[in-house]
């Protein structure tokens, strides 16, 4: 069974980042897991849960965009 979420994306860098939900609160993705390389901090996005059976560690993947943060960084 797929668990799927939605949240923000809190940080990122150009090799893994962060994602802020309500459900799950914050979950580590790795950039490769992301769809759109122009995502950015600030953009609503969608993903799916995996568990690692080698560490058991529970990240994102299939990270997209749903909608383009559109306030502005200070």
């Given at each position: ?18 994602i802020?939900?309500e ?52």
């Amino acid at each position: 069974m797929d668990v799927k979420g939605e949240g923000v994306i809190k940080n990122i860098t150009s090799t893994f980042g962060i994602i802020e939900t309500e459900n799950f609160g914050d979950i580590f993705f790795s950039s490769h897991n992301l769809i759109k390389e122009d995502t950015k901090e600030g953009d609503k996005v969608s993903f799916e849960l995996l568990t690692s059976k080698k560490n058991n560690r529970t990240e994102a993947i299939n990270v997209d965009i749903l909608e383009k943060f559109k306030g502005l960084k200070k």
